[in-house]
Nanobody, 124 residues
C-alpha cells in the first residue's frame, strides 16, 4: 500500500488549497479514505473521511463548512478541498486508509496505512 499526499504549501488566511492523495497497492474503490493532520506538539487529529462508495462523509467540527472531501475511484485519488483557511489549520496533513475494505472509521486507530504527509502553513 502506498499513499502519496501532495498539494501543501504556504498560504494566507482566507485562501483555498486542494490536497491530493494518490493511492496504489490496493483496491482503492473498496476502501474508506481519511485525512488527518498533526500540528507541532499536538496529537494527530481527524479531519475528514469519505467512504469507499462515496455515500458517507464525516468532518471534524473545526473544518465543517470549510473543507470538503472527494475521491475519484478511476484515478485512485482522494482530495481535500480546504477553503477559508485559518492559521490554526497549519499542520502536516496525512491521508490514510482503513485496515480492511468496506469499513468506516474516524479515529487514527481505524486506519492502518498512512502517507508521508504534506505541510500546510497558513499565515495570518
Amino acid at each position: 500500500v502506498q499513499l502519496q499526499a501532495s498539494g501543501g504549501g504556504l498560504v494566507q488566511a482566507g485562501d483555498s488549497r486542494q490536497l491530493s492523495c494518490e493511492a496504489s497497492g490496493f483496491t482503492f474503490s473498496t476502501y474508506t479514505m481519511g485525512w488527518f493532520r498533526q500540528a507541532p506538539g499536538e496529537e494527530r487529529e481527524f479531519v475528514a473521511a469519505l467512504s469507499w462508495d462515496i455515500v458517507t462523509t464525516a468532518f471534524a467540527d473545526s473544518v465543517k463548512g470549510r473543507f470538503t472531501i472527494s475521491r475519484d475511484n478511476t484515478r485512485n485519488t482522494v482530495y481535500l478541498q480546504m477553503n477559508s483557511l485559518k492559521p490554526e489549520d497549519t499542520a502536516i496533513y496525512y491521508c490514510a486508509t482503513t485496515r480492511t475494505a468496506r469499513t468506516w472509521g474516524t479515529t487514527p486507530g481505524d486506519y492502518d496505512y498512512w502517507g508521508r504527509g504534506t505541510q500546510v502553513t497558513v499565515s495570518s
